[in-house]
């Protein structure tokens, strides 16, 4: 499980966020490490666009959701585990919305 700071997923303050992609675009883990979502801003929160089990499926599908996605983004999701239960993160940090200075947490 998450831990505890904040489990709603479509907060700013979300505890689950693996990397912000753009802006408007961030890549989290869900409540139950079940599913790799890919989120857009929405208004006033995000929202889940498309849900992936695999680190393969998101990564062949990302660009489908946010348009061009940088190398550098790409080469931080590769280092995802290939399945989302097997994401042990219990906080990853917020990323800037900077590509070049994407972080993904160690899993």
């Known amino acids: 499980m998450l831990n505890r700071k904040n ?6 303050e979300y505890s689950g966020v693996i990397a912000q992609i753009t802006p408007r675009s961030r890549v989290v883990i869900c409540h139950d490490r079940l599913q790799f979502i890919v989120q857009v ?8 666009r498309r849900f992936y089990s ?3 499926a998101l990564l062949a599908q990302l660009h489908e959701v946010v348009g061009d996605v940088a190398p550098d983004a790409m080469t931080l999701l590769a280092r995802l585990p290939p399945f989302a239960r097997d994401y ?7 990323a800037a919305p900077e590509v070049a200075e994407l972080e993904v947490c160690p899993c």
């Open 41 to 48: 801003r929405g208004g006033a929160a995000w929202r889940g």
């Open 54 to 56: 695999t680190r393969a």
């Open 88 to 94: 042990r993160a219990t906080h990853a940090p917020h």
């Open 7 to 12: 489990t709603r997923e479509g907060d700013d």
